[in-house]
């Protein structure tokens, strides 16, 4: 027993750690100046799917692809905190491409962005719920008077989607449960392990992850419910981007699952393929944001 209260608690301690790590911003330790010598530079922003040391492992061997293929412009990859930080720069225009969320692909579109692509393997983005193994929630009901761990509140897959769940079989999100937006998918996970929530909001990519990095956590947890999918999370450049280079990224990007290296970046980001997209792609998405927020919450930001 006593082993076991100690181990509890440097648990507790790292995941502590990790959040705090997880609130700085993560700037890799390369030098840019010789790859990007005598080209224009475009800032590339990914939304904070993983913390930014595992972002910029995941996603830098996409942007090296792609400035390998491109003379006289380069793509340089930014990281954000967390989705706040993330927001404020997207809807300001900070990036010159990005790679949002549906919900921030579709805002973005009022920013000054246009939509040109987006992640296949749309049956992925779909919200998970998980529970302790050991849980006593059977039902959706059980959730009366419990706490939900999510992401942040304008995650989509992570975050909205578990919500709409919530709310079609029964409860009123807003009254019936405590909603805790803890900043992060691995976060949300570990409030349910170590039982700050009495269930965890993500979506599979995250979770296949986790289980992947934590398998000795990750076994004590269980996904108990799923939601439907939407169109996954989109490929955005800012209206201002020459639209000759915005073909070639989406070249690039586009024909990667037809190549090993290319299947190799795809297999670390838990996806087959990018794919040409556009704005009507994302109707499905509007139309779930204009539910949500007509029965469940309102998600709009004050800066949108």
């Known amino acids: 027993m006593l082993k076991t209260f100690f181990s509890l608690i440097f648990i507790i301690l790292i995941f502590t750690g990790c959040q705090k790590?997880?609130?700085?911003?993560?700037?890799?330790?390369?030098s840019d100046k010789p790859i990007f010598k005598d080209k224009k530079v475009y800032i590339f922003g990914v939304h904070p799917l993983h913390n930014p040391q595992r972002l910029f492992a995941v996603y830098k061997p996409l942007v090296d692809y792609i400035?390998?293929?491109?003379?006289?412009?380069?793509?340089?990859?930014?990281?954000?905190?967390?989705?706040?930080?993330?927001?404020?720069?997207?809807f300001s225009g900070h990036f010159d491409f990005a790679l949002p969320n549906p919900y921030q692909t579709v805002t973005?579109?009022?920013?000054?962005?246009?939509?040109?692509?987006?992640?296949?393997?749309?049956?992925?983005?779909?919200?998970?719920?998980?529970?302790?193994k050991d849980s006593a929630i059977k039902n959706v009901?059980?959730?009366?008077?419990?706490?939900?761990?999510?992401?942040?509140?304008?995650?989509?897959?992570?975050?909205?989607?578990?919500?709409?769940?919530?709310?079609?079989?029964?409860?009123?999100i807003n009254k019936d449960i405590s909603n805790n937006y803890v900043g992060s998918?691995?976060?949300?996970?570990?409030?349910?392990?170590?039982?700050?929530?009495?269930?965890?909001?993500?979506?599979?990519?995250?979770?296949?992850?986790?289980?992947?990095?934590?398998?000795?956590?990750?076994?004590e947890v269980m996904i108990k419910w799923e939601t439907s999918s939407l169109p996954n999370n989109g490929l955005v450049a800012r209206a201002d981007v020459p639209e000759e280079l915005v073909a070639k990224v989406s070249k690039i990007i586009?024909?990667?699952?037809?190549?090993?290296?290319?299947?190799?970046?795809?297999?670390?980001?838990?996806?087959?393929?990018?794919?040409?997209?556009?704005?009507?792609?994302?109707?499905?998405?509007r139309e779930f944001i204009q539910k949500f927020e007509s029965t469940v919450r309102k998600i709009r930001l004050s800066d949108e």
């Open 21 to 30: 790590k997880e609130a700085d911003v993560y700037t890799p330790l390369y």
């Open 108 to 132: 973005a579109t009022k920013h000054g962005y246009k939509i040109f692509g987006k992640m296949g393997d749309d049956e992925n983005f779909r919200g998970i719920i998980l529970l302790r």
């Open 67 to 90: 400035n390998k293929h491109l003379t006289d412009s380069a793509l340089r990859l930014e990281s954000s905190r967390d989705y706040p930080a993330y927001d404020k720069k997207l």
């Open 185 to 219: 998918q691995e976060s949300s996970i570990m409030n349910v392990y170590l039982g700050k929530s009495d269930a965890a909001a993500t979506w599979p990519p995250p979770w296949r992850t986790f289980i992947k990095q934590k398998p000795e956590i990750a076994k």
């Open 254 to 285: 586009f024909s990667l699952h037809t190549h090993e290296q290319g299947k190799n970046i795809l297999k670390a980001m838990e996806l087959s393929k990018f794919e040409a997209a556009d704005d009507a792609t994302y109707a499905p998405v």
């Open 141 to 172: 009901a059980d959730l009366r008077g419990k706490t939900v761990s999510y992401p942040a509140p304008t995650a989509l897959a992570a975050t909205m989607m578990p919500q709409w769940f919530l709310h079609v079989n029964g409860l009123d």
